[in-house]
Each structure stands twice: as structure tokens, then as C-alpha cells.
């Protein structure tokens, strides 16, 4: 991504964060990076929708790219689990641009959490965070378990619960021990072809 790349998806991020997605024009953003109209549009052809479109993208990537961070060095399957349930959660929870969207645009915001943009937030976390689990579960089950910690996590995001706490580690380590592991029918500590 260039400079100014970066500065226009800066520059539509406050813009958003001032006025709302549905009140902010091509113009306001152009202004608010220091571009014209023209150049903008050179760069993100289709213009606001397609600014907001690479936002979420940087976005999320940013968001694996942490969450990445927070599971390095999990031994076993499960605490590779909870690690990744605990940092995503936290995460979640400390961004202040999401809570500022989900107040004042909530229907645009749910709806790229939710129906709209899951399938996008789980390809991404598939390819963050598959290859993390794929030494012990395979491929296939890799896939599928990501795919369910997405809309879990999600979800108790979205509405939490009084009986579980994906932010609490013991909250968290006692969810995956027995309402995920044994739906997966592993109780592997270790991946596959490493001695034990």
C-alpha cells in the first residue's frame, strides 16, 4: 500500500469516526488525506464504497495480524484455542472505532460483523489462523474449527453472556475444554509428527 493509500483509509477511518459512514462524501475524504478527488479516485476506483471496502480489509488484516501475535508460543491444541478466543476478544472489546460505529452507524456496522461480512472475516481468519491449527487437527477439521471460533467469538462479542467470558481466561479455557475439544474428538497436547 502506498503513502497516500494509507492516508486515504486514515483519512476515511476519522472521517467516520466524526460524522457517521452514511454522512461521509468522496469529498470529505479527499480533503481529510490531503488528495484530490481525481487522484483518489485513481487509487480506489469505484470511490467511497470502495475506500470503505479497503478499510475493513486493512482492517481485519491488522486485527489477525495481532491476534497472530497473541497465540505465539500455545503448546497444546487447547491452549492454542484459548489464547486465540481470550486475544481476539480483548481485542474486540478494546477497539474504539468499532464501539464508536457499532453507537452511531449500528445496522452498516452489525451487518459487516455479521450477515454481509463473515464470510469475509472467516476467510481471513482461515488464513491467519488454519495453518496454526492444521498440525493437529488436518486441514479439513483446521478449517472447520476456525470457522466455528469465528462466529463464536463473534457472538459473544455481540451479546455477551452471563455463564461465559471469552475475555476471562479460566472462562475461556473451561468453554473450549469441554464444549469444543470433544466435539472435535481430540485430546492431543501435542501436533501431529512431533515426539511426545
Do not use: N
Request: charged share 25%; glycine share 6%.
Amino acid at each position: 500500500m502506498t503513502p497516500a493509500e494509507t492516508r486515504i483509509l486514515d483519512a476515511a477511518k476519522a472521517c467516520c469516526e466524526k460524522w457517521g459512514i452514511a454522512k461521509v462524501s468522496v469529498d470529505d475524504i479527499a480533503a481529510a488525506a490531503g488528495v484530490s478527488r481525481a487522484t483518489l479516485y485513481r487509487m480506489f476506483p469505484g470511490g467511497r464504497d470502495i475506500v470503505f471496502d479497503a478499510l475493513r480489509v486493512r482492517e481485519l488484516e491488522e486485527f489477525f495480524t495481532r491476534l497472530k501475535l497473541g497465540v505465539v508460543g500455545a503448546e497444546s491444541l487447547e491452549d492454542l484455542l484459548v489464547r486465540t478466543i481470550v486475544v481476539a476478544t480483548h481485542e474486540l472489546r478494546a477497539d474504539d472505532h468499532l464501539a464508536l460505529m457499532l453507537m452511531s452507524e449500528p445496522g452498516d456496522t452489525l451487518s459487516h460483523l455479521t450477515v454481509q461480512g463473515l464470510p469475509r472475516i472467516i476467510r481471513m481468519a482461515s488464513l491467519f489462523l488454519a495453518p496454526l491449527v492444521d498440525p493437529y487437527l488436518g486441514r479439513q477439521e483446521a478449517a472447520r474449527l476456525v470457522d466455528l471460533l469465528s462466529r463464536l467469538v463473534i457472538s459473544y462479542f455481540l451479546a455477551p453472556s452471563e455463564h461465559v467470558d471469552f475475555g476471562d481466561e479460566p472462562s475461556a479455557r473451561s468453554f473450549i475444554r469441554t464444549q469444543i475439544l470433544p466435539a472435535f474428538q481430540t485430546s492431543d497436547a501435542i501436533p501431529s509428527g512431533v515426539p511426545s
